[in-house]
């Protein structure tokens, strides 16, 4: 079967600012695709080319296996949630959830009955009456969902449908939508530039930035394995580690020295035979580095650090250091031992470690 | 008062208070008084006989109510040759003003619609040069126009002066229209098109319930430029098509005997209250319609 979106080779200049530099996308039925990237980087403008909102300067686009590059939005079989809802001020909630029905002359019953389904789905029957005006954010995002969802369309579109909530209404409002995409098996593609949402959310993940692509991968391909050091820095909170070292080869494998003030250099032994040239910059997450009290014992390697600053966070605690030249944060136990302007016994876990070329900022392990 | 937490620094006293809005009422009333003077004479005037206007006051008030002078003015005074007063130009001046309002109000609407909500290229210069036309004076425009009616055959008519007024007028109502949809989300228009709506589907279902109160401003404004324009009603008619700004002149001008001020005062009022009640009527609604419509959604 062919993929729900394919994106090929997209282009898209605005005047003379390039604005998408090709694009490369494809999803299957059934996935939940996340474009992520700070702003300004051109996911809502992806989002608008493959809706047909914005003509494209160069390339194709394929929805359900059809060449739709020069078909109009209304033809191609997609719904979308705007960033600001985009509801309509002066009809009500019900009007505004059939309008789209409506337009395409389907049966007043056929209509009763969709909306009577999708308002039970998203629980928002007492406010069929109402306008948009007298609704809360929360309200109002479930209704753009519900005019979204009455079209059962081959494929989602959302621009941030998220951001205009607060914090506990985002993460009630991010579960309701993961719940959603896995009873309805849709296809979706969601806009965000909240890493978390993106994580959680995903069963795929784009990296953009200055409209080009970084990266493609599931969730823990993004996380596990950058691809470079923007997508390493990005992706994760608090961000990954990103530590200048030296490398040394010996017999046992390379050595990699991290250098410090008013101290040794940390040395930590890769025992994997990569090939690493002189000078790199070696990725770890928080949570690689840990309490040698807790460490699960094999694969770590151990060293004294002094903790600069400590930042209890509930479930665990981090320690912010001095490595390299860089603040880095270790993932310590919520009952460590650790305390500001102490040194203490820190395991670090290479397993799952980056290493990127300083020059170029690619991944090289 | 016992309750100071905060308090201004610079209290006035309350006889101070009292004595500046005092002061500023007096004030008001003076300028409304001022304002109202001549509506005041202009009416005691159409209402007085022309005998007691030779012997009495400007000011008094009427010692003896007569509407003698109104059914004058209506029916039967005269514009020149013909004596049948004000009412046939005031129905031409209503076949004229209510056809011209509407259109440019609607074709107004739908060029303001197009330029801020369907950016097309062009568009900036397009609106400019339409922005451009709403500042060229009348007096330029009297012989391209003349000329242009004649071509299309519809010189001295009604018809004509609807034209006339439309394309004067059509700068300003899409001037209005436009900067109202400007400041309407394109994510609506977007959202729109997703659901399926057409260009004009979207402008009749979305933009047209938005609009009540920009409708009412062209209207008011459509509406008292053109009933108050004398000078394409002086240029483009003919005998029978005369609007009433140019009866009211000639009745005011007939120099056949004695000066009837009391029936040129009364026609001057027939001739104002159009735009009086429109103002009434409409302007009620303009508040309401600004309080009312919220763009939010
Ligand atoms: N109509 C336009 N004309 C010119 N440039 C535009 C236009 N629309 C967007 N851009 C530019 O394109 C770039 C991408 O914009 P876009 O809205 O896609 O960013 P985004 O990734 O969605 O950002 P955000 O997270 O802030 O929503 C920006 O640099 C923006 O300035
Ligand atoms: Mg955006």
């Known amino acids: ?365 | 008062m016992t309750d100071m937490s905060y308090a201004p620094t610079r209290t006035q006293s309350p006889t101070t208070k009292l004595v500046l809005r005092f002061v500023l009422y007096i004030l008001l009333a003076l300028f409304a008084l001022f304002y109202l003077m001549p509506l005041f004479v202009m009416i005691t005037t159409s209402l007085k006989s022309l005998d007691e206007i030779r012997t009495g006051d400007l000011v008094s008030l009427p010692r003896e109510v007569t509407f003698d002078a109104w059914r004058t003015a209506w029916s039967s005074a005269c514009t020149g040759i013909q004596c049948e007063g004000v009412r046939p130009y005031f129905l031409n001046s209503l076949l004229i003003a209510i056809p011209a309002v509407l259109i440019s109000t609607i074709i107004g609407a739908l060029n303001g619609y197009v330029v801020a909500q369907w950016k097309f290229k062009g568009a900036n210069i397009f609106f400019a040069l339409l922005l451009f036309g709403c500042f060229i004076p009348f007096q330029v425009v009297l012989l391209p126009m003349a000329i242009v009616l004649g071509k299309l055959g519809i010189s001295g008519t009604i018809p004509g002066l609807i034209f006339v007024h439309v394309i004067y007028g059509l700068g300003f109502t899409t001037l209005f229209f436009r900067n109202y949809y400007v400041s309407i989300p394109s994510e609506l228009t977007k959202a729109a098109m997703i659901d399926g709506a057409g260009f004009f589907r979207i402008f009749w279902s979305i933009f047209m319930p938005l609009s009540l109160p920009i409708i009412v401003v062209s209207v008011i404004w459509q509406f008292t430029q053109i009933w108050n324009d004398f000078l394409f009603g002086v240029s483009f008619s003919q005998a029978g098509t005369q609007p009433v700004t140019v009866a009211l002149n000639n009745i005011v001008n007939s120099t056949t005997g004695v000066k009837e001020y009391n029936v040129d005062m009364a026609a001057a009022i027939i001739a104002a209250l159009p735009t009086l009640l429109v103002y009434v009527v409409a302007g009620k609604y303009f508040i309401r319609g600004l309080t009312a419509g919220s763009v939010k959604g």
């Open chain 1, 1 to 365: 079967m062919s993929p729900i979106l394919e994106v090929k080779n997209l282009y898209k200049n605005y005047g003379s600012t390039e604005v998408l530099k090709d694009i490369i996308v494809s999803i299957e039925k059934g996935d939940f695709l996340v474009l992520v990237g700070p702003s300004g980087c051109g996911k809502s403008t992806l989002l608008n080319c493959i809706a047909g909102l914005e003509p494209i300067t160069g390339g194709d686009l394929f929805i359900g296996g059809q060449n739709m590059t020069n078909v109009s939005p209304k033809d191609r079989d997609i719904a979308m949630v705007f960033q600001s809802y985009a509801l309509y001020p002066t009809m009500t909630v019900a009007k505004n959830i059939t309008f789209g029905m409506k337009v395409r002359g389907i049966d007043q019953a056929t209509q009763d009955a969709k909306l009577k389904h999708v308002s039970t789905q998203l629980q928002i029957e007492p406010l069929l009456h109402r306008k948009p005006g007298q609704l809360s954010g929360g309200q109002r995002q479930r209704v753009a969902m519900g005019r979204a969802l009455v079209r059962d369309p081959k494929l989602f579109l959302f621009d941030e449908p998220l951001s205009n909530l607060d914090a506990k209404l985002r993460v009630e409002m991010r579960t309701e939508i993961k719940a959603l995409h896995q009873r309805l098996g849709a296809s979706m593609v969601y806009v965000t530039h909240d890493q978390i949402e993106a994580m959680t959310l995903a069963t795929k993940i784009v990296v953009m930035k200055g409209g080009v692509i970084q990266q493609i991968g599931t969730p823990a391909e993004i996380y596990n394995r950058p691809a470079n050091l923007f997508v390493a820095d990005f992706m994760g909170s608090p961000a990954m580690n990103l530590i200048p070292a030296k490398t040394k080869k010996n017999g046992k494998g390379t050595q990699i020295e991290i250098a410090r003030n008013n101290a040794d250099p940390i040395v930590l032994t890769e025992k994997r035979s990569t090939d690493l040239p002189e000078n790199i910059i070696i990725g770890v997450r928080p949570e690689d580095i840990v309490d040698a009290a807790f460490a699960r014992t094999d694969d770590t390697q151990q060293a004294d650090c002094m903790i600069d600053i400590v930042e209890p966070a509930g479930a665990d605690t981090f320690a912010v250091m001095q490595l390299g030249g860089k603040h880095v944060t270790a993932r310590l136990h919520a009952e460590t031992t650790a305390a500001a302007g102490t040194s203490q016994r820190l395991a670090f876990d290479l397993g799952k470690v980056s290493y990127f070329k300083p020059e170029t900022g690619l991944r090289l392990n």
